[in-house]
Every structure is written in structure tokens, then in C-alpha cells.
């Protein structure tokens, strides 16, 4: 094992599949001779050159059609947009041509792509490139989505998701750039539709998104270190296909379930989940799935209002207590 900061991790997938597959290719904005807007593609156009490392004019549709175009010819691009929010600029693109194409022709064509973006609250950076879109892509069929926490499941999902045939979005969080974990070395690929139980209880499951598994794990130590209380804490890394059994299997012992996302209320990949366990876990529930979610406001610049607009361990921990019928001291 060895200890490496997540956008290293993001770096070095990328480059152990363009050193495997000569077909691995990157587009983006100012990804090669800028080394990226978060230095993820450090030092790759160097090693690969210009032909495989792409800089591109800033047009997110062009962008991803060519990223299209070119996984139907048989190549497996990886494209970076800039942050989320801009994604909405190739939603045509990414909806109505990458996630449809094998289903329009019959399966005869594949489209193994994979778009790259960062996204996220906690930089300042406003309500144009900070916030948490991941329920937009898991409402479409054709598209996978991953959303990774770890530089570990960084790495091995980007590495997955590189050799799938089917359009994957890459979903990494600002804030993890700079956070270590431990990566084991040579070989490492984690599977989709497999979700990681960060820490075992027993009173409460707690399922975290993105960055959120992260707060949930420290909220989860808090818990038991204040209140008693033994929470399980599930990672699903990927939302489609998402591990609902691991979530089901963590609800039978607890009984309770709380959801926590940075994304908006309305919609959102926590009313996805909550609705699953209550379909196929209400026998087991004590009480109401309960979500933790964003504020439902365009992201403030404000350094104080930001940090208002998602959640925190303050915001878990109070979720959990009143699940558990049990008041938050004041």
C-alpha cells in the first residue's frame, strides 16, 4: 500500500490505461499543456503527446461529441470538463446520443466513453461551478455513474470504467483532490455495482455520497464517542448500477436508514434511495428513511452561506438522533 492524494490517484488510472490500451485517449480543456485546472493530468501530455493528451476550445458539446464520435469508431476517449455545471452544455450529447446510441442501433455500436468532472461546494467558486449533479445523470438510462470517495476506489473505478463498453460519468469531488488515502499497489480495479461498508454498526445505517461517505464516517465516530450510538456507514461509489443489497443487508440489523447527499432535496439521488428502501425494506424499517441533503438554493459565494448550503456532522448526527426518537442536546 501506498499513500497518495486522490487526484493523484485519478492521474495515475488514467495513465496506467493509456500505458495498457494505445486506444486510451484524453480531451479536454487546458488539460495537456496547463496539466489540467486540478493538475489531475500532470505530466501526461509530455509522456503521451499532443496526439493523446488534447487540448480543446471550450465547448462542452463539441467536446463530448467528438468523445462520442470517436468511442464509435472503436477508441476509448476520456473527456474532462471543467466542473459539472458545465456538462449542461453537452446535455444533448451526453442524454440523447452517448447514453442512447447502443439501444438506437441495436446494440451493433458501443460507446465506451467516459466523461471526467469535478464537482462540488467548500471553494468559493459560486453557484455556477459547485454544485452536485449526479441525480441528473442516474435519472438516464445508458449512462453509468460513479461517484468516488476514496483515492483507492478513485483509481480502480477509473480504471473499470475506462475498459467498460457502455458511456460512464466520472463524478470526483473539488474538495477530494487534496485528501490521501491509502492505494494498494499494481493492478487495482473495483468493480461497479459494488458498495463499500466504511465502518460497521448497528443502530443506524447511514449511506453517504460522494464527499458525504466521508462526513458520515466522522459523524459516525462521533455518534458512538458522545451518544452510544453504533452507526454503519455504506458507500455505494457507484449509483448506477448501485448496490442495493449492501444497503438492505446493513437495514436488517439497524432499522434505521438516513440518506446524505450535497445535492438539492427535490429529486435527488437520496429520495432514489429512500424510495428503494421503502420499497423493498419497509418490513425492516423502525421508522422513516430520513434525508440529509443541500440547501435548496443556488450555491452562495459567501464563505458563510456556502458553508450553510451542505451538509455537515452537526446536521448527520441530528438526522440520526431523531430517527432514533432520541433529541440532539442543545
Same mark, same amino acid.
Given at each position: *500500500?501506498?499513500? &497518495? !492524494?486522490? /487526484?493523484? @490517484?485519478?492521474? /495515475? @488510472? =488514467? !495513465?496506467?490505461?493509456?500505458? !495498457?490500451?494505445?486506444?486510451?485517449? =484524453?480531451?479536454?480543456? $487546458?488539460?495537456?499543456?496547463? $496539466?489540467? %485546472?486540478?493538475?489531475?493530468?500532470?505530466?501526461? *501530455? $509530455?509522456?503521451? +503527446?499532443?496526439? !493523446?493528451? /488534447? $487540448?480543446?476550445? &471550450?465547448?462542452?458539446?463539441? &467536446?463530448?461529441? *467528438? +468523445?462520442? +464520435?470517436? %468511442? *464509435?469508431?472503436g477508441l476509448r476517449p476520456v473527456v474532462e470538463l471543467m466542473t459539472i455545471n458545465f456538462s449542461l452544455l453537452a446535455m444533448d450529447q451526453i442524454v440523447n446520443h452517448a447514453a442512447h446510441i447502443r439501444y438506437m442501433f441495436g446494440g451493433r455500436v458501443s460507446v465506451p466513453l467516459v466523461i471526467r468532472m469535478p464537482q462540488g461546494a467548500g471553494n468559493q467558486l459560486g453557484p455556477t461551478h459547485s454544485h452536485c449533479f449526479e441525480a441528473l445523470y442516474l435519472h438516464v438510462p445508458g449512462l453509468l455513474v460513479a461517484v468516488p470517495s476514496t483515492p483507492a476506489d478513485a483509481l480502480g473505478l477509473l480504471k473499470s470504467a475506462i475498459r467498460d463498453d457502455n458511456p460512464v460519468i466520472f463524478i470526483e469531488h473539488e474538495t477530494l483532490y487534496q485528501e490521501k488515502g491509502e492505494v494498494p499497489e499494481g493492478e487495482h480495479l473495483v468493480p461497479f455495482g459494488k458498495a463499500a461498508v466504511r465502518r460497521e454498526g448497528t443502530d443506524v445505517t447511514i449511506v453517504g455520497i460522494s464527499r458525504m461517505a466521508r462526513t458520515a464516517e466522522r459523524a459516525a465516530q462521533i455518534l458512538e464517542d458522545e451518544h452510544g450510538v453504533s452507526a454503519e456507514v455504506i458507500d455505494p461509489r457507484t449509483l448506477r448500477p448501485l448496490d442495493l443489497d449492501t444497503i438492505l443487508t446493513s437495514l436488517k440489523k439497524t432499522n434505521h436508514c438516513i440518506v446524505v447527499e450535497e445535492g438539492w432535496p427535490h429529486? +435527488?439521488?437520496? @429520495?432514489? &434511495? %429512500? %424510495?428503494l428502501v421503502q420499497e423493498h425494506g419497509f418490513d425492516d424499517l423502525d421508522g422513516p428513511v430520513l434525508r440529509v441533503t443541500g440547501a435548496d438554493v443556488p450555491m452562495p459565494y459567501s464563505k458563510s452561506l456556502e458553508h450553510l448550503a451542505y451538509p455537515h456532522e452537526p446536521q448527520v448526527i441530528e438526522a440520526v438522533l431523531a430517527s432514533l426518537g432520541r433529541k440532539a442536546p442543545a
Open positions: *500500500m501506498s499513500e &497518495i !492524494r486522490y /487526484r493523484e @490517484a485519478v492521474g /495515475r @488510472a =488514467l !495513465r496506467e490505461e493509456m500505458l !495498457r490500451d494505445e486506444n486510451v485517449f =484524453l480531451m479536454g480543456e $487546458d488539460i495537456g499543456v496547463f $496539466d489540467g %485546472a486540478f493538475k489531475v493530468t500532470e505530466g501526461l *501530455m $509530455d509522456e503521451f +503527446g499532443e496526439k !493523446r493528451v /488534447r $487540448d480543446t476550445p &471550450i465547448s462542452e458539446n463539441s &467536446i463530448v461529441g *467528438m +468523445g462520442v +464520435g470517436s %468511442a *464509435m469508431l429529486g +435527488g439521488v437520496g @429520495a432514489n &434511495i %429512500a %424510495a
